[in-house]
T-cell receptor, first 116, second 112 residues
């Protein structure tokens, strides 16, 4: 099956700093990438939908200036958490949709962010 | 908007069969997915239904009734490793795009 990687897998940072998370589709071209956030024992909350070469579409309540998303190529999307605060600590997961298999999302392994 | 409902927790015995239900309300239905998620890991794809009926894949089967807004995931010959959270996700039309929405997940505990 298709493989999606995320980097870093875990990051600890100080409050006020910015953190960039990369999401890559390793063996397919991803027309669309999704960014999710998941708090403990809760479901995946969609933050934004990212299409290659265009601006991301953010869900209601998600600050676009705080969560910067760039989808520069068909294999890479990045999420930058700017001026991170402790309440931003969460599990961030990306997923990608394959051109040939639009039905299925392939998930990355997730990035655990802890803001001190 | 979309609304997805599934039980919070279920327990079952190793070797048994368990059925996890999911009911949903959505506009512009375009598919229902089941994912398995172990603690601290990302979800892995289990099944996809877009037409009514049963899809079987090994020990896992998924059923869909679009008229009833209902799906279930059936797990047979349960193994200890099947202990995980099972997420039902529905793709519906939101703002002109088909966006998947996840339910809260059902935590399945398999005991010996």
């Amino acid at each position: 099956g298709a493989v999606v990687s995320q980097h870093p897998s875990r990051v600890i940072c100080k409050s006020g700093t910015s953190v960039k998370i990369e999401c890559r589709s390793l063996d397919f071209q991803a027309t669309t990438m999704f960014w999710y956030r998941q708090f403990p024992k809760q479901s995946l909350m969609l933050m934004a939908t990212s299409n290659e070469g265009s601006k991301a579409t953010y869900e209601q309540g998600v600050e676009k200036d705080k969560f910067l998303i760039n989808h520069a190529s068909l294999t890479l999307s990045t999420l930058t958490v700017t001026s991170a605060h402790p309440e931003d600590s969460s599990f961030y997961i990306c997923s990608a949709t394959n051109r040939e298999a639009k039905e299925t999302q392939y998930f990355g392994p997730g990035t655990r962010l802890l803001v001190l | 908007g979309q609304n997805i409902d599934q039980p919070t927790e279920m327990t079952a015995t190793e070797g048994a069969i368990v059925q996890i239900n999911c009911t949903y309300q959505t506009s512009g239905f375009n598919g229902l997915f089941w994912y398995q998620q172990h603690a601290g890991e990302a979800p892995t794809f289990l099944s996809y239904n877009v037409l009514d009926g049963l899809e079987e894949k090994g020990r896992f089967s998924s059923f869909l009734s679009r008229s009833k807004g209902y799906s279930y995931l059936l797990l047979k010959e349960l193994q200890m490793k099947d202990s995980a959270s099972y997420l039902c996700a529905v793709r519906g039309l939101t703002g002109g795009s088909y966006i998947p929405t996840f339910g809260r997940g059902t935590s399945l505990i398999v005991h010996p």
